[in-house]
Structures are given as structure tokens and as C-alpha cells.
């Protein structure tokens, strides 16, 4: 499975954002997809997942405010971020595998894509 993020860019606090990660080279709804994200210094933290079931997984730091979604037919999975705080400035990395909210159990993922959120 290949992973291809965009969306990522400057944003001023309380703005939105919306990720998307498109899959490709195996069956797409299958697979849970997730999206994770490394601040600097930082080690790579679960931020949402949603299982080929449309199922989704929260952490708590952004229960409330973002909202992953996919679009089996477009292979692709979103991830929409509203009311964006400085501390989500990050890299955020889709990833792809059995739903799981544990980094290292998933065995593909995308380049990462930089979001920056401005005070």
C-alpha cells in the first residue's frame, strides 16, 4: 500500500484544516486508517482511526474538534481539524494496517505532511 498526505500548511489558531491521504496498490477498504502526528522533540502520538466499518477512534486531546472520515470509493481518508491550538502543530502521518492505536503496529504510511498553527 502506498500513502500520499496533503493538506497540510500555516493556519492561524481557531482555524480549520482538512488532511487527505490517498491509498493505493491493494484493496483500500479492508484496511484501517489512521492519522498520527510528531510534534518536534516529541515521539509519534495516535490522533484518530476509523475502521473499514466507518468506525473512528479518538484521542483525547482532539475528541471534539477533529473528525476522520474516508471515502472507500476515492481510496482515501480525511481528516478535518477545527479549532486548531498552537500544541497541534505538528507532522501528521496517515497510516494504513489492522485498526490499531498503537504506532508501531501499523505496517504502511505516507511522507507526512507539516501543519503549523499560529498564536
Known amino acids: 500500500v502506498q500513502l500520499q498526505a496533503s493538506g497540510g500548511g500555516l493556519v492561524q489558531a481557531g482555524g480549520s484544516a482538512r488532511l487527505s491521504c490517498a491509498a493505493s496498490?491493494?484493496?483500500?477498504?479492508?484496511?484501517?486508517m489512521a492519522w498520527f502526528r510528531q510534534a518536534p522533540g516529541k515521539e509519534r502520538e495516535f490522533v484518530a482511526a476509523?475502521?473499514?466499518?466507518?468506525?473512528?477512534y479518538y484521542s483525547d486531546p482532539v475528541k471534539g474538534r477533529f473528525t476522520i472520515s474516508r471515502d472507500n470509493a476515492k481510496n482515501t481518508v480525511y481528516l478535518q481539524m477545527n479549532s486548531l491550538k498552537p500544541e497541534d502543530t505538528a507532522v501528521y502521518y496517515c497510516?494504513?494496517?489492522?485498526?490499531?492505536?498503537?504506532?508501531?503496529?501499523?505496517?504502511?504510511w505516507g511522507q507526512g505532511t507539516l501543519v503549523t498553527v499560529s498564536s
Open positions: 496498490g491493494r484493496t483500500f477498504s479492508n484496511l484501517a
Open positions: 476509523i475502521r473499514w466499518s466507518g468506525t473512528t
Open positions: 497510516a494504513a494496517d489492522r485498526f490499531t492505536v498503537a504506532a508501531g503496529e501499523y505496517a504502511y
